[in-house]
C-alpha cells in the first residue's frame, strides 16, 4: 500500500505542479474560459481524450463488460461515431470561436435558448462530475482498506477537484490532461497483455465465460444496444466540454487534427477498457473474489499486477477520474459566468472580479455534484441519465446550428426545453402510472430524443424562417 500512496502522491504533486505553473499566465476572462485561444494540437489530443474517458468509461462501461461482455463496447461506439462526425464539425465550431455553448445558442437562436441551455447543461454536467467523485472514492477506498471508506473517498476526492479545477480553469484543465493522457495510456495498453497472460491466455479467457460474451449484441436485444450507443453519440456530437476545447484551439487546422488523434486513442482505450474487464472479471473468479462490477479495473489493478504496474494503472485511473471530473466540473462553471453573470449581472465587471466569481462557482457547483454522488447506487445508470439529458435537449439544436439554416429560435426554444423535462421526468412514479409498462420499461433517450426532433422540426416550419443577413453573419 505505500507503494500506492506514493504513486498516488507523485501524481497528484505533479497536476498541482502544473496547475500552479499555469496560473501565473492567467490574466483575462480568456485565459480562464478558453486558455487565450492558444492550445497547440498536440495538446488538444489529450486534453480531449482525457476529459472524454473518465468513469463514465472506467467504472460504467467496466461494469457493463463485467457483467455483459463485449456489447459495452456499444457504449464506446456511440462516442465512435460521434467522433467520425465531429472530425466536419471541428472547423466550424473554432470559427464560431464563442466561450460556451450557450453563447452559441443566443448568436443563432435567441437570449431564451441561451438560457434554457445553461440549465440543461447544470442537470448533465454535475451529474457526470458527481459519478467522478463515485470513481475517486472507490479507488482511495481499494488502496486504503479500513482507512477511508468509500464515502469518504468521494469527500476527499470532491475536495481536491474543487480546489484543483478553481486554480487556472481551462489552462490547467488542458495541460494537465495532457500529463494525464499520456500516463494513461501507456498504462493500460501495457497491463493488458500481461493481464491476459496471468489468465492462462485469450483460450482460458474465453472459456471461462459465456459465448455471449464475446458476440456483437451479447445477451442484449438491438433496443437495449441502441440505448447505451445513442446517448453517448448524441452527448459526443453536442458535448459543452468539447466545443469549449474546440473554441480554445490556436486554429481550425490545430482543431480537425486534434481530432484524428482523439479518434485513434479513444479507439484504442474504450477497446482496451472493456478487454481489460473482461479479462478481470476472469482473474476475479480464479481467485475466488467478487469486487463490485464497477471497481473491476481498479481490483484487478491491485490484485493481478506486478505491485509497480499496478500502482501505475491504479493512479492513472485515479488521474482519469480526476480530469473527467475537473473538465465537466468547470464547464458548467464558465455557463453560470459567462452566459448569466457576465451577460446579465454584471455585464461591465474586471477581469479581476469575474476571476474571483468564476472560482466561487466552482465550488458551488462542485458541492452540488458532491451532494448527488452521496446518493448515486449505479454508475452506469447515472451516466446514461446525464448523456440522455444532454443528448436530447442540447445536441438536435446544437447540430442545427452549425447544418440547418431554417431552424428557428422558438424551435429552439421548445427542443431544449421538451427534452430536459421528459428526460428528467422519465423515471417518476407519475409517468410511469401514465404509460403503458412496455414503454415506460425502457430507457429515456428515445422518447425524449423524438419529443425534442419534433419540436424542433415542427416549430421551425410553423414559424417565420430566420433572418438570411443574420445568418450570413455568423457563418462568415
Known sequence: MNLYAIVLSIIVATLLTVSFTRLSKVKTKADYLVAGRSLPAFVLVFT??????????????????????????????????????????????????????????????????????????????????????????????LIFPGVISPMLGRYIIAAFVIFFTAIAGMSSVAYTDLVIGLLATFSLVISFPLLVHAAGGWGAVHAALPASYFT??????????????????????????????????????????????????TVILETVIVALAIVGN???????????????????????????????????????????????????ATNLINDIYVRYLSPDASDKKVLIVSRLTVVLLGGWALWQAVGITSVLAKTLYAYTIYSAALTPVILAAFFWQRATGAAAVASIAAGTVVTVSWDTAWVKHLLPQAIAARDAIFPALLVSLLCLIVVSYLTPPPDKEHLARLSA
Not at 62 to 76: D, M, P, R
Not at 87 to 99: C, G, L, N, V
Not at 119 to 128: D, E, G, P, Y
Not at 221 to 248: D, R
Open 48 to 141: 480531449l481524450l482525457s476529459s472524454w474517458i473518465g468513469s463514465g468509461s472506467l467504472l460504467g462501461g467496466a461494469e457493463n463488460a463485467y457483467k455483459h461482455g463485449f456489447v459495452a463496447l456499444w457504449q464506446g461506439g456511440g462516442g465512435w461515431a460521434g467522433l467520425l462526425l465531429i472530425y466536419f464539425i471541428a472547423p466550424r465550431a473554432r470559427k464560431f470561436a464563442q466561450f460556451t455553448i450557450p453563447d452559441l445558442l443566443e448568436a443563432r437562436y435567441n437570449q431564451t435558448a441561451r438560457v434554457l441551455g445553461v440549465i440543461a447543461i447544470l442537470f448533465a454536467f454535475t451529474a457526470i462530475t458527481s459519478y467522478q467523485f463515485i470513481g475517486g472514492g472507490d479507488i482511495l477506498s
Open 282 to 332: 476472469v482473474l476475479a473468479k480464479q481467485n475466488g473474489s467478487q469486487p463490485y462490477p464497477r471497481e473491476i479495473l481498479a481490483f484487478t489493478a491491485l490484485h493481478s499486477l506486478p505491485s509497480l504496474l499496478g500502482a501505475v494503472m491504479m493512479g492513472a485511473i485515479f488521474a482519469k477520474v480526476i480530469s473527467t471530473a475537473n473538465s465537466f466540473l468547470f464547464s458548467p
Open 216 to 265: 456483437p449484441l451479447g445477451d442484449f436485444s438491438l433496443i437495449q444496444a441502441l440505448e447505451i450507443f445513442l446517448p453517448t453519440c448524441l452527448l459526443m456530437l453536442g458535448n459543452q466540454s468539447m466545443y469549449q476545447k474546440f473554441f480554445s484551439a490556436k486554429s481550425e487546422k490545430d482543431a480537425r487534427v486534434a481530432v484524428v488523434g482523439w479518434i485513434i486513442g
